[in-house]
């Protein structure tokens, strides 16, 4: 690797400085692009099959890393419950899901993506799966994450925490007052 972008930096005529800025501008743009499809693929895929599977079929290298893509594979895993018939292999999905969004979060346990996406899991998964312990801790970090500074830097994801918190049945009146004002 090094050799190969040692001929291209200088064959290009820039610094090495300059080079990875660049090619993090690049991967960033990318990335924040791809965020934004998968994140609003995933706003259909409760009631589109075909969108859930073609969330999996985007993410289907995402078993290792990187763990934001992997969190959105393993969401939408779990939503494949929804559009199966026989119990077991919604219970099959569900498990497999949480398990890869659980590995996930473990991989990056700060991430606001990943954590809103175990948020609005846990808030829609039925009591008796036992899949709801995170809910409190991860809506102290959402809201924290909207009051804080960080979140003007992607305004996406800052306006659909905002929304679903204000919509979700796991935040009270106090709590969705302080929201509407951030």
Known sequence: FYFSYALLSSSLGISSHLFFYILFLVTFTLRAADLVELRNLLFVAPNSEATTKLIIEKTKYANESPAILMGFKA?????????????????????????????????????????????????????????????????????????????????????????????????????KSNIKDL
Do not use: W
């Not at 929804?82 to 119990?87: D, G, Q, S, T």
């Not at 219970?91 to 899901?97: L, M, R, S, T």
């Not at 969004?101 to 991989?107: G, S, T, V």
């Not at 609005?120 to 036992?130: A, D």
């Open 75 to 175: 969401t939408a895993t779990m939503l494949m419950a929804k559009h199966v018939v026989l119990p077991t292999s919604k219970y099959a999905y569900f498990n497999e899901g949480r398990a890869l969004l659980e590995k996930a979060i473990k991989a990056m346990p700060y991430s606001i993506e990943l954590r809103f996406l175990r948020f609005c899991v846990q808030c829609n998964t039925p009591s008796f799966l036992g899949y709801n312990g995170a809910i409190l801790g991860d809506k102290i970090m959402l809201i924290g994450y909207l009051q804080s500074k960080v979140s003007k830097g992607d305004l996406d994801l800052k306006a659909r925490i905002k929304n679903y918190l204000l919509k979700s049945k796991k935040v009270n009146a106090v709590e």
